[in-house]
């Protein structure tokens, strides 16, 4: 049988209540006009939002599925949206180029952002001391994630490779259009977990 992982740490991963859709209104920082109009009207106004898929002023946010080898984890973002804290690490170690994300970690792994033109992630690399995995990120026209593909790397008992792609379906969203819920699924539909997050905002 196929080896499953988790893209934990992203879109996002790549997460099931909400605060009462309470929103910041300010705009601290010096972005242009143009920007803003743009980010206004998609939601995203956190300088981390694409990378970790999360509309308005997050301030915290509680990811969980309904694994028990799967650890819950929460992070944590400034008021600009910067990621300054994961609850699995003393240290994200967050590095950054050109106001984007490009790596952290969260204690065990380390990840590196790898962005499409709309600056949403299309790959992740996550790796540790013992491994490492790249993940393809596909996401629809609303960019929203539906697919995440990778390869293991092994042969297993039955004859088949590692590559392994794994759909995703939204079941619920907040007040800010943030998903609150949604499905893990293999290429055939069978649901693997479910995933929650639980999202606080400024």
Known sequence: MKKLFLLAMVCSALVACNNGGKTQTENSDNKSEKTE?????DGFVMLDGKTFDLKGNV???KFSVNQDFIADYTLS???EGKLVNCSSSDNVNAERKDNKLVSYQNGIYNYTFDYNEKGFPKSIFES?????LLYELTYNENNE???QFYDDGYVYDDGEDGAITHNYAI???DANGN???R????????????ETREIVYY
């Open 77 to 79: 973002f400034d008021k």
């Open 179 to 181: 998903w609150t819920k």
């Open 171 to 173: 079941v619920a969203t």
């Open 128 to 132: 540790s001391e013992e491994s490492s």
């Open 145 to 147: 994630l539906i697919s």
């Open 59 to 61: 301030k915290e946010m």
């Open 183 to 194: 499905n893990y699924n293999m290429e055939d539909g069978t649901l693997c977990w479910i």
């Open 37 to 41: 109009t743009v980010e206004a009207k």
